[in-house]
């Protein structure tokens, strides 16, 4: 079975920064693309960022400049090193959300507990 678990959401002041981080844990034999997404109250879920198995990446417009994705070796069978990261840099409130890890691994896309982003004003 394949676990991902996020850690590093919080509540923050406009303007600070967080990072998150994701980790793949289970029986691993591949990790393609993997990604963050949010979601507001109200709001569906979309997408913050992603990086390929290459370390091509791709941000929402409203992210760019501010945020970066990183990874570890894709396709290491060190559980340890199968983690994704989001920095997110000058927050604003438009920020806070739930932020979901998603990754496909083995071929099936799987989907973190979420963490919770709170910017304050």
């Known amino acids: 079975q394949v676990h991902l678990v996020e850690s590093g959401g919080g509540l923050v002041q406009a303007g600070g920064s967080l990072r998150l981080s994701c980790s793949a844990s289970g029986t691993i034999f591949n990790i393609n693309t993997m990604a963050w997404y949010r979601q507001a109250p109200g709001n569906e879920r979309e997408l913050v960022a992603l990086?390929?198995?290459?370390?091509?990446?791709?941000?929402?417009?409203?992210?760019k400049d501010r945020f970066t994705i990183s990874r570890d070796n894709a396709n290491s069978r060190d559980n340890a090193k199968n983690t994704v990261y989001l920095q997110m840099d000058t927050l604003g409130p438009e920020d806070t959300a739930v932020y979901y890890c998603n990754a496909r691994i083995n071929g099936i896309d799987r989907w973190g507990q979420g963490t919770q982003v709170t910017v304050s004003s």
């Open positions: 990086i390929t198995s290459g370390g091509r990446t791709n941000y929402a417009d409203s992210v």
